[in-house]
Nanobody, 124 residues
């Protein structure tokens, strides 16, 4: 079983940047795609970004394209989400997840392991 721990969330003003990290422990393996999702109060969990097992392929939600960048360091069992030009609409709990396979997808059902989440709050 793999454990995922997110960090890096916080309270920032609109226009600021944050970098989230997600470190895996336990039965880590690099042959899995990884993803970030977010959930705002009263809303369903939504896809943010995903990356293939090798890091060569990435996929973003339209709402964050051009502002967020997902990356991974397999030697450190860590995936990152660099968030720039943050907006109040980005306020949510951000979750890291490990996919069931190597190919990144936007569907939560394709992800088997989830972290506990980290809060990101963007003030206007």
């Amino acid at each position: 079983q793999v454990q995922l721990v997110e960090s890096g969330g916080g309270l920032v003003q609109a226009g600021a940047s944050l970098r989230l990290s997600c470190t895996a422990s336990g039965r880590t393996g690099i042959n899995y795609a990884m993803g970030w999702f977010r959930q705002a109060p009263g809303k369903e969990r939504a896809f943010v970004a995903a990356i293939s097992w090798s890091g060569s392929s990435t996929f973003y939600a339209d709402s964050v394209k051009g502002r967020f960048t997902i990356s991974r360091d397999n030697a450190k069992n860590t995936v990152y989400l660099q968030m720039n030009s943050l907006k109040p609409a980005d306020t949510a709990v951000y979750y890291c997840a490990r996919a069931r396979g190597r190919v990144p997808t936007p569907s939560p059902a394709d992800f088997a392991s989830w972290g506990q989440g980290t809060q990101v709050t963007v003030s206007s």
